[in-house]
């Protein structure tokens, strides 16, 4: 019988690994030593990883190396990644006035970059992307000195220097007809019975009214900013401003009550989208009469609002193409409504296995997403609702528009208000781009061989995106010499030292720039396996495979296949490895190591939980996690396949103010939780999870609940907003908490409701912790420790 193989493994997430430098904004820093061009490539040269990286880091020199290595390559894409912060990406605005600085092959077209070579006294440059051989434009050629490839000068020319810069142009480079600049947003709000029974319609006007007292929008004192209000239920019920009557103080209510496929609106379109600023108490006016209405005892509404697709539609006819943010809240079950416009769903609506990947309303809704997504508009829907409805059917809009999606079950104020209106205020206040377009080119012979991330594709080399925000996250897995006009060979080998990947963002901004933000990364290329194998992020690959797993849940519309066969895959990784690396000793890396982490963490999820329990036994909110995890940043995804333990004794021990540093990370698992005191906090993606251990300290216990006698306490009615909104009775214990818990969503694109757990008392026998310890053999669905599954790996 083989032994037990003795390993020690930090956690992924130790305090004293850099992989927390992902939850830091981060600036982009000058190269200020005068290093060898060679060792800037990996050091300041590349864009931040937080914008665009690869599973591993080092490329494989042939075709055939790629394929025995097995682990997949992939890209991944976050263009207004929120952990960088925008001031620090350099502006150029010299080529609003010249050309712009560009390969001029026309396959090629790459920009210039901090890789490309200056050759003969400088009057030439060398495109690293294609190798063509360019002429250096009179303005850089004058601004250079002889010796400009052993010195750069850094203040001079930025795109020379940073890995990341923008362009301000005077042109239109792809071919995007939009003509106005303003920021538009639609607020379409069901008031139906349903909706507004549980509150859900009330905290939605409360939470808008709030954003648009507060100025809660992107950049709202520089650009232009419009907005609109639609409430729905059997009716589309419209509030026009008139903009030639500043001083009109009455609410005037224009609605469409027949239902028919020739909608209409009834009133001039500038009155409805209307400029903030200049409007402002009449939206709040407008809103407050709709709240007085929605409360009062004569208040009479249908069950369900039927008119949610309508309602949107409605958008398109007042957007004319102007592009913008549709915000649609709906409290109904909107799965009766795909059944009412679909003859083509074969299924039963009541059995949720003949609906759990199939859409419910043969396609329609994903055809009206590309309708509205090509005239700029992007959908983001929150869903609230008692009963079924197909999430998976509703997310069609979500996917083709480049929107979000937020789901609530059995919606309620006390559960869910701080949720929403966090939600809402982070759509708003994230940066935006309401028009763009992304290029991505690679030196070599590499091409995109698969979308995870659901994308629309303009002009076969643009990816078109209508709508994109800091929280948006793209991944690809590339082959080599995979393009089509490259012949096939398996013997295919790449002869440089170093390959490029070049991305570039086009978009309007709000004050009418055109802007062109390029991304540059450079990996080395090695013939050596085991230089690839090094090379790996295991948080990157272990997120990435995570995302492909889903996919192939969908496709294959069966989740014991799908995990079945991922784990086969994994364990042909493993074996090809050991046997690429000719190991006598089966020993691992400490990236391979944490990969290996990783695979055991999706496996003990919920979501692809072979046995089909737990979270899969709620078919929406397993469709919506499985639609958010395919877009969600991979530090996001991380949470769920990984879950963080931050320990937050020495912190709340201090006498010093918490100033947005992260608490220490520990193991995940039970030794740990022993040995690192007695208040935690648990990310595991779904939730934040505040857990008290037994022998914590009584000074605490009363700090935090006002009693020294812990059986006095009602945790069933402990809930965040009672322990922590209550001003009254914040004292600096509880202060200090809640600044970790705000800091921790702050990075987050889905708000988290936080559960406080007590050992003992109200965590389900420690069921509810013991099944966020990975490394643990507790996990009731997939009870195998990290030890013994580790051998498992190794020996099959």
Known sequence: MLSKIKREIKSPFSSNNSNLSFYKNENIQKNDDDKSFSNQIYSNLNSSSHFIKTTYSTMPKSKYLKKQIKIPLGLNFSPLSNYVAPSSIPVISHV????????????????????????????????????????????????????????????????????????????????????????????????????????????????????????????????????????????????????????????????INEISDNLFLPTNKDFLLVDLKKYKNKFIQIIE????????????APKDAIRFFDTIKICDLINGKNGGKILIFSGSNISKLDI????????????????????????KIGKLGICISLNGLSVNIFQSCKTYTNVK??????????????????????????????????????????????????????????????????????????????????????????????????????????????????YNRGDGKKIIRVYNLCLSVSSNSKDIYDSINPEILGAMITQKLIMDIYKNKNL????????????????????????????????????????????????????????????????????????????????????????LDEILKSEQKFDNEFPNIINNNKESLNNNGNIFLIDNGFNLILYFRKDIDKNIIFNMFYTNNINEINFEEINEGNLFDDNENKNELKIKIIEIIDNIRNYKSVFQNLKIIFEGINDQNGKIINENLIEDNYNREYSISFNDFFNKIIFG
């Open 289 to 300: 009469s709709i709240q007085n209405n929605i409360s009062s005892e004569s208040y009479k």
């Open 96 to 255: 609003e006035s010249y050309e712009l600085p560009q390969c001029q092959n026309q396959k090629c077209q790459a920009y210039l970059n901090p890789f490309v070579k200056f050759i003969n006294g400088n009057k030439q440059w060398k495109c690293n992307m294609c190798k063509y051989i360019n002429k250096t434009l009179d303005y850089y050629y004058s601004s250079m000195d002889d010796n400009y490839n052993n010195k750069i000068e850094k203040n001079k020319m930025p795109e020379l220097n940073y890995g990341t810069y923008e362009f301000i142009t005077h042109k239109n480079y792809w071919k995007n007809d939009k003509k106005t600049n303003f920021a538009s947003y639609y607020f379409l709000i069901d008031i139906s019975e349903n909706s507004v029974s549980s509150g859900f319609s009330y905290c939605v006007l409360e939470t808008i009214k709030d954003c648009i007292n507060n100025n809660y929008f992107y950049n709202y004192e520089n650009f232009e900013i419009k907005i609109c209000i639609i409430t729905y239920e059997e009716r589309i019920n419209f509030y026009p401003i008139n903009i030639n009557k500043n001083n009109d103080q009455n609410i005037n209510i224009l609605s």
């Open 560 to 647: 014991i296949t799908s995990v079945n066969n991922f784990e086969e895959n994994i364990y042909q990784i493993f074996n090809y490895y050991f046997n690429n690396l000719n190991m006598i000793k089966k020993e691992m890396s400490e990236q391979m190591k944490i990969f290996c982490l990783y695979i055991l963490g999706i496996l003990k999820n919920y979501l692809f939980n072979k046995n089909d329990k737990g979270i899969n036994n709620d078919i929406d909110l397993t469709n919506f996690y499985y639609t958010r995890m395919l877009r969600i940043k991979l530090e996001e995804i991380l949470c769920f396949i990984y879950p963080r333990i931050y320990s």
């Open 393 to 506: 059917t509703q997310n069609q809009l979500v996917l083709n528009t480049n929107g979000n999606y937020f789901f609530y079950r059995n919606f309620s104020t006390e559960l869910h208000f701080k949720n929403i209106f966090n939600q809402i205020h982070k759509i708003l206040l994230n940066q935006n781009i309401f028009d763009g377009g992304l290029r991505i080119k690679f030196s070599h012979k590499f091409g995109i061989k698969d979308y995870i991330s659901p994308i629309l594709l303009y002009d076969k080399e643009i990816i078109f995106l209508p709508n994109l925000d800091s929280d948006q996250n793209y991944s690809f897995l590339l082959e080599m010499n995979y393009q089509n006009d490259y012949e096939s060979s398996e013997n295919y080998i790449i002869d440089d030292e170093f390959t490029y990947i070049q991305a570039s963002l086009y």
């Open 340 to 363: 009412m416009n679909s003859s083509n769903f074969d299924g039963n609506i009541n059995d949720p296995k003949d609906i759990k990947y199939k859409l419910t309303d043969g396609g």
